[in-house]
């Protein structure tokens, strides 16, 4: 597959650089950021970083529409891969890597992660490091079951969960309202909220794909947190979910909540292997206990509000690529209020 034929050029209406192949430069560095869709905002999070720290920011994005892909607009270099799951997507990510001297590659989507994480030694090779956690991460974050018994054995709050076709051979033990999900799930596509398990069978649902939780009644939050590159849990910002749109907040406000900061430093214990931006959500009952119901291995659709209270993630992970001392710290705004609206682009 010659990378030409899959190349797309767009006017970048925001950035200054622009051009077909770029020289390496001290003074310069790129990014890749793969799955651009809508993430206009996180965009903007690196190019303030960069600004900081003194570099240019050249943002390479890979979308399977970038046309109609609004970061792609925002982007210096945009690109049409294949499918995340086809035998070429890897090595098109490698010619793109190789033509425009990246050096960060941020996934922002869960069904690329693991291709990215089985194949970071491939990109460190060429100069580039990926946002990614170890594999055995990945896969946890990505199957619900696994995500209940891993962090409740060890001793991490979570929902009663099971397969639904083992829920549903025995009915009666859930009683009450349900959250039916698939395994392997993201950003709220396929969830179901049941007042009585067995209206499952109205659905027309898969089972073996599905788990049933039991509804957790209390105050959601996301925690955004960055592990460090000695496994640490140096910054986690729980912002409280006051109102959701397509799975990601649309309103939401930063609270230091320490049993939730607890939290984020026995994940990054448990899940040995996790390094960069991740992030969990969680529920807190009436007594402020936390469950955990899902944990996502990249940067959280939320993420631009602990940016703006303080969190450079961005900032720490262009620290990294440029050689430069880590300046993470758990110094964040508490209280914050971020209040989505509509934007366009119009071309």
């Not at 001793?155 to 349900?178: M, S, Y």
């Not at 944990?295 to 992970?317: D, K, M, V």
């Not at 620290?319 to 609206?341: F, I, K, N, Q």
Request: charged share 25%; hydrophobic share 45%; net charge neutral.
């Amino acid at each position: 597959m010659e990378l030409r034929k899959k190349a797309v050029r767009l006017r970048n209406p925001s950035a200054e650089i622009c051009g077909d192949l770029v020289a390496p430069d001290m003074s310069q560095i790129t990014i890749l950021i793969s799955s651009a869709g809508r993430r206009v905002e996180l965009m903007k999070c690196f190019r303030s970083d960069a600004e900081t720290l003194g570099v240019r920011l050249r943002i390479v994005a890979l979308d399977a529409e970038p046309e109609l892909s609004a970061a792609c607009h925002f982007a210096d270099a945009s690109y049409r891969p294949p499918a995340c799951l086809h035998s070429e997507f890897l090595p098109f990510v490698e010619d793109v890597v190789r033509r425009e001297s990246v050096s960060l590659i941020v996934p922002t989507i869960d069904p690329e992660l693991a291709a990215y994480s089985r194949n970071a030694e491939r990109f460190t090779l060429l100069g580039a490091t990926v946002n990614i956690s170890a594999p055995g991460v990945v896969a946890v974050a990505r199957d619900k079951l696994a995500t209940a018994k891993v962090l409740g054995e060890s001793g991490v709050a979570v929902p009663r969960t099971l397969p639904l076709e083992a829920a549903l051979r025995n009915p009666e033990a859930w009683l009450g309202p349900v959250i039916v999900k698939p395994v392997d799930g993201s950003s709220s596509v396929g969830i179901q909220r049941l007042q009585d398990i067995r209206e499952v069978e109205t659905k027309g649902l898969e089972a073996g794909r599905y788990v049933v939780q039991e509804l957790l009644q209390g105050i959601e939050y996301t925690v955004n947190m960055f592990v460090d590159s000695s496994g640490c849990a140096a910054c986690a910002v729980p912002h409280r979910r006051i109102a959701i749109r397509g799975g990601e907040v649309s309103k939401g406000r930063t609270e230091r909540v320490a049993a939730l900061r607890g939290i984020a430093d026995r994940i990054a214990a448990v899940l040995d292997g996790s390094r960069g931006a991740i992030c969990f959500q969680a529920i807190v009952d009436a007594r402020g206990i936390p469950a955990v119901i899902e944990i996502n291995a990249r940067f959280g659709g939320g993420y631009p509000l602990a940016h703006a209270a303080g969190a450079r993630f961005s900032q720490w992970l262009l620290e990294a690529v440029l050689g430069r001392p880590c300046s993470a710290s758990d110094d964040w705004r508490e209280g914050l209020t971020m209040l989505r609206y509509d934007a366009s682009v119009f071309r």
